[in-house]
């Protein structure tokens, strides 16, 4: 594979686990984290907000279909402080030892990304 330009990109998971469009948006962001990841020099976050907080307990779970897809991103995941009380699932998080971030009053910093020169990617 021809090696790509660099690129810094924070790919923003906020789909939730109600459906099965929610689950293929998950899994098109994981797939595109996994590419960045692979690519040498390229810088990713990979924040999970809003309801999208609800998928680290359950991706952290040997067993889900899309465990492996995301334990080769995992470690560059974080996920909203603030989202992730709301939602139920701030102890799984953190016992996942995943980072949650509140540098936006208790939200990640989108601005803080953009001012990096990261590429905002969510779909």
Same mark, same amino acid.
């Given at each position: 594979? $021809?090696? +790509? !330009? %660099?690129?810094? !990109?924070?790919?923003?998971?906020?789909?939730?686990?109600?459906?099965?469009?929610? %689950?293929?948006?998950?899994?098109? &962001?994981?797939? !595109?984290?996994?590419?960045? !990841?692979?690519?040498?020099? #390229?810088?990713? $976050?990979?924040? /999970?907000?809003?309801?999208? %907080?609800?998928?680290?307990?359950?991706?952290? #779970? $040997?067993?889900?279909?899309?465990?492996?897809?995301?334990?080769?991103?995992?470690?560059?995941? =974080?996920?909203?402080?603030?989202?992730?009380?709301? /939602?139920?699932? #701030?102890?799984?998080?953190?016992?996942?030892?995943?980072?949650?971030?509140?540098?936006?009053?208790?939200?990640? =910093?989108? &601005?803080? +990304?953009?001012?990096? #020169?990261?590429?905002?990617? %969510?779909?």
């Amino acid at each position: 594979m $021809e090696r +790509l !330009a %660099t690129t810094n !990109a924070a790919i923003v998971i906020l789909a939730g686990t109600e459906s099965h469009a929610d %689950t293929g948006r998950l899994v098109n &962001r994981l797939e !595109a984290a996994r590419e960045f !990841a692979e690519n040498e020099g #390229d810088e990713l $976050e990979l924040v /999970f907000d809003g309801a999208g %907080t609800q998928w680290i307990p359950e991706l952290e #779970d $040997e067993d889900h279909d899309y465990h492996d897809l995301y334990a080769a991103v995992s470690d560059q995941a =974080s996920a909203c402080d603030y989202c992730a009380g709301a /939602f139920g699932v #701030d102890d799984a998080i953190q016992d996942a030892g995943v980072v949650t971030v509140d540098d936006n009053e208790g939200h990640p =910093s989108i &601005r803080s +990304l953009v001012d990096d #020169d990261y590429e905002i990617i %969510t779909f």
